[in-house]
């Protein structure tokens, strides 16, 4: 690994976005490539909650998706061998922001959200059409906060290789 400003070595990397954006095929592609990568939104590492009714989620009904905060504390403060990346979209991830050392917002347009909804088949969520718009009023609301926080935003209608050379690069990671 080569590592730039010091960083690439150790460095703590959240991808974010909302559903549809790429998070897990980014983070399961850089597992696939031999990097340490988790995927957060996985139940090891989140938990259902309960909110106020009204409240925007990506779940709804008073119901939303948080990171466990424990486990995810002691998972970014571990000893570090390497860049640890991880992924997902939580409404407790700023919590971590002192923890991370970079934090990349992943983005896709509209139609290319919905079409990634639809096909997919390792998430059963965004089927419905409810679901659809919820997530569409999501990346309306929330994803403009999520680029406030965000040191990178890639755009993930791009092939994915390209996706992956831009996290690598601007982590400062070597890609080969």
């Not at 059409?129 to 906060?145: G, H, M, N, Y």
């Amino acid at each position: 690994m080569v590592s730039v400003d010091g960083l690439g070595g150790t460095a703590r990397v959240l991808l974010t976005g909302m559903s549809g954006s790429g998070k897990s095929t980014v983070v399961a592609a850089l597992a696939g490539r031999g990097f340490d990568a988790i995927d957060l939104d996985d139940p090891e590492w989140s938990e259902e909650v309960a909110v106020p009714g009204e409240e925007l989620t990506g779940i709804g009904g008073g119901r939303d998706w948080v990171w466990r905060e424990e486990r995810v504390r002691r998972l970014l403060d571990r000893p570090a061998d390497g860049p640890l990346f991880v992924s997902g979209c939580s409404p407790n991830q700023g919590l971590f922001y002192p923890h991370l050392d970079r934090i990349i917002l992943l983005t896709a347009p509209v139609d290319v959200i919905v079409s990634r909804l639809e096909t997919r088949t390792t998430n059963t969520f965004g089927k419905r059409p409810d679901e659809v718009k919820r997530v569409l009023r999501l990346k309306e609301e929330i994803e403009p906060r999520l680029r406030g926080g965000a040191t990178l935003e890639i755009d993930t209608s791009v092939p994915l290789d390209w996706v992956i050379g831009q996290v690598l690069r601007h982590v400062g990671v070597a890609a080969g």
